[in-house]
Each structure stands twice: as C-alpha cells, then as structure tokens.
C-alpha cells in the first residue's frame, strides 16, 4: 500500500479558503492498464506541505483499466475519486476522439485552488513537482500558471529532455505559444483556478479546445513562469491517442486547432496564431513533399491537395494579418526571435 503523508489525509470537508483542497490533479485514462499504476503512484508519492486531491477520469476503457482504477481508489479512497465516462460520449474532431466532454466534466468536480492534468500514460518524474508549482503560485498572486520541462520517454527508457538547450526561468507569453515559438506538455502546467468551483468555461467543451487552448487561455489571463526542471515525463507508448497519430495526422490537426481559434481573437493575438499556422503549414507541406519521394500512397496525395487548398485559403489572410501589425509584433521583446527564424517571409 502507497502510504500517505499527513497533508494528503486531510478530510474532505476541511476548506481552505473555500476550497477543500489546495491542489486537483486531473487524470484522463483510456486503455492505460499497463501505465496507469506508474501515472497515479508517481503522484501519490508526492513530497508536499500541499494538500492534493487525484481526479480520474475513464474515457470507456475496455483493457482492464477500470479494474485497476477502482483497486487504486481503495487503496487511498481519501485522495482518488473516479469517474467512468462511457466513449460514446466523447467529442470527436477529424475523426479523432478529443476527450473534450471528459475534460470539462472532470474540471467542474475539482475543488483545489490550483489544477493540473496528466494522462494515464505519463508519470511525474520529480517527487516535488506540485509542491514546487503550488508554492510558487501561492507566493506569486500575479501569475496564474507555471509550468516547466518534460523529459521524453518510451516505456521504462529515458530518451532526452523535450527542450534540448537549457535556459533560465523566465515568463512565458501567450504570442510565444501561440506563434510556435515555445511549447509545453499539459502536464507541465499548474494553473490558478480563475473560475468559480463547480463551472468551467463554455468554451473548454469545444472540440478544439485541446490541451494547446487550454493553455492559451490561461495565458491570456495572467502571467505564467516556467521552471528550467524536467518534472512529468511524456511516454510515448504508441498507443495514445496522440502518439499513434502519423505526423502528418499530427499535423493537420494541429493546423485545423489554429483555425478554430482564431475565431476567439484578434489584434495581436491572433497574428501569433497566424505566424503559428503558417509555420506549422510549412512544416506540413516538406513532409508532404518527403512522403512523395518516398511512396506512392494514394494517400500523401489527398494530404497534397490539403496543403494546396490550406495554402489558397490562408495565405492571403495570413499576409493580410502579418502586414497591418508586423511592427507591433517585432518590436514585443517576447518575440525577437521572429527576426532570427525569419517568420514573416515565405521559404
């Protein structure tokens, strides 16, 4: 049995400024019967002054997962509450689930200050990652998230930290994600609950709301720091929904997510996201262009005829955007390094 410190055993009708707990860590699951073990002990053994709740969440697994799940919830019934969530509920985009409808009914339920989320398939790598977060969010009333780096794993292996070049902490901005500039895993984040318990924001039901709006849009309500400490670690199994995606997949997707998004914003803001568009488009099309050389696959040329049409619908709003606040957007010191990748011009 995973044994609890004395913060973790505190009753659940105890408040803390009207929260029953400081931190809600939310766990999505989906035939992860060989890696939810590992996800959920990583965060029972965390080190923390920090009270903390685990909320999981099940997306109609059929490997045994439940099994598992409800052996673990009897193990520290104190800290884990399931929830079992049938997949034809599910919100699907491009045809693939996005576990959006999980998502937003397990945010409703946690009663921390602070969230974070994690899927069944990763695991934290650090014993003092929420009490690092927590503290520094509970000191730092200005910020409303900080995350920090993820190594990158494959089963039991380490491969390599997800940012290869080391830097300092620093703030993050919402037009370095949004352009590309910079990207964090998920479960890198600890946000500041900016919405009142039991409610989450409509637009956190869309089916493009992922992780990558999640983010965004804390980030477009307050500050968020990040920590040069790789603390979770992303396993790539093959078998997430994400990870068993091609890159071509992956891409399409994430050009799609952009799109709808753009709907949300505008000055500058949505510039970012065109500059993060285009760069992903780019990056589509030389894949695209591989794939060619490398295979007659019927299919790489339905991903062509994609590129193009994307490439007749976008590019002229993108320059359209990039051309009224160019100025604006080089001269912000968060974006400097627009002048070095040469962003604004077409390769």
Sequence with gaps: MIPATPAQTAPADVKYDGHAVDISVIVTTYNHAKTAWRCIESILTQRTKFTFEIIVGDDGSTDGTIKLLERVAKLAPHIVRLYEAPRFE??????????????????????????????????????????????????????????????????????RRHLETRQRDNEVTFDAVASGDKYFFLHSFMYRRIFPMGTV??????PYFTDYGIALYFLEHGKCRYMDRPMTAYNITGAGVWSSLTQLEKLRSRLWIREDLMQLYDGEKKT???????????????????ALKRTKNPLILVNLALTTLHLMWGYPKYRRFVRKYRETYLDGSELRTARRINLFEPQ
């Excluded at 924001?201 to 869309?206: A, D, G, L, N, S």
Aim: neutral net charge; hydrophobic residues 35%; glycine residues 6%.
């Design 90 to 159: 599910n919100t699907y985009r491009l045809g693939y689930p996005t576990a959006r409808h999980l998502h937003s009914d397990l945010i409703t339920k946690a009663r921390g200050r602070f969230i974070t989320f994690i899927d069944g398939d990763d695991f934290y790598m650090d014993e003092r990652k929420l009490d690092l977060q927590a503290s520094f969010l509970d000191q730092e009333e200005e910020y409303v998230a900080c995350c920090h780096d993820t190594g990158i794993w494959r089963g039991k292996r380490f491969l």
């Design 201 to 206: 924001p409509e637009r956190f039901k869309e």
């Design 272 to 290: 970012a996201l065109w500059v993060g568009w285009y760069q992903n488009l780019r990056i589509y099309r030389n894949e695209v262009l591989k």
